[in-house]
């Protein structure tokens, strides 16, 4: 019988591909973190309607969310160094346009991306969050960012979680795509690894064994997470908003 599928391949050429784990681990993460960040700020501007900004910040959010990702990278690969061309010729700047690594345009590109989508996800968070709370923070003399950092946003963390977590999972498949910016991770590693052997079928399957596994452990952190910050946030709230009166 012949060789139509080389079992052994699939999982012998794993290690190579894990290889090029902490690329993309790496992006997923910087991606993330500065995508929650951004999106926090487009969601508070959004829900106090500051004049210019709020305009601003839904253009961003419906330009995002109407354009498809690998089209943004190709705008981030070949928009910034046109932008700095202009900033150097408006500002008698120096930059050095062809030094840029090509990661700094895939970061750009997917934290962008997961700003506009987590920006929805954190204000209808911060908007579940119990009005009487808010109103009795300040009545006890807090300011309107001590509310913010000490009762909405840890409560709205809460609630935020599970879809914060599925847009993560999102976010470490849709790194596979980096590879259009000359950005050598595990998916472009493994185009490279199949155009050596031709064997396209078996580098995939082990691909995707890698980003099933990954996602896995991703699912069982944020569902480990959600359980303790409940049972934490279950522990820290007085009977009577429980329903009970001791």
């Known amino acids: 019988m012949p060789n139509i599928i080389d079992f052994g391949l699939i999982f012998t050429q794993i290690p190579t591909l894990l290889a090029y784990l902490p690329v993309t681990l790496f992006i997923t993460i910087f991606s993330m973190l500065l995508g929650v960040i951004l999106g926090l700020v487009i969601a508070i501007i959004k829900m106090n309607k500051i004049p210019i900004l709020t305009q601003i910040a839904a253009v961003f959010v419906s330009f995002i969310r109407g354009t498809p990702l690998l089209v943004q990278l190709y705008l981030s690969f070949y928009g910034l160094p046109i932008l700095l061309r202009y900033v150097n010729y408006f500002f008698d700047t120096d930059f050095n346009i062809n030094g840029l690594p090509a990661i700094l345009f895939v970061l750009i590109a997917f934290s962008f991306n997961e700003a506009a989508y987590n920006s929805e996800t954190i204000r209808a968070a911060l908007q579940s969050v119990n009005k009487g709370q808010i109103e009795a923070a300040q009545s006890l ?20 979680l599970p ?13 596979s795509l980096a ?27 082990s691909l995707a064994l890698i980003y099933w596994a990954l996602t896995i452990l991703i699912e069982l952190l944020v569902k480990y997470l959600e359980n303790r910050l409940t049972i934490s946030e279950d522990k820290n709230t007085p009977s009577y908003r429980r329903g009970k009166w001791l």
């Open 163 to 175: 879809n914060l977590g599925n847009t993560l999972i999102g976010l470490l498949k849709g790194t």
């Open 141 to 160: 003399g807090m300011t309107y960012s001590q509310v913010l950092r000490r009762i909405v946003i840890p409560e709205a963390f809460i609630v935020a």
């Open 179 to 205: 590879f259009v910016c000359s950005v050598t991770e595990m998916t472009g590693r493994g185009k490279t690894l199949a155009g050596h052997s031709y064997r396209y079928f078996e580098v995939y399957i």
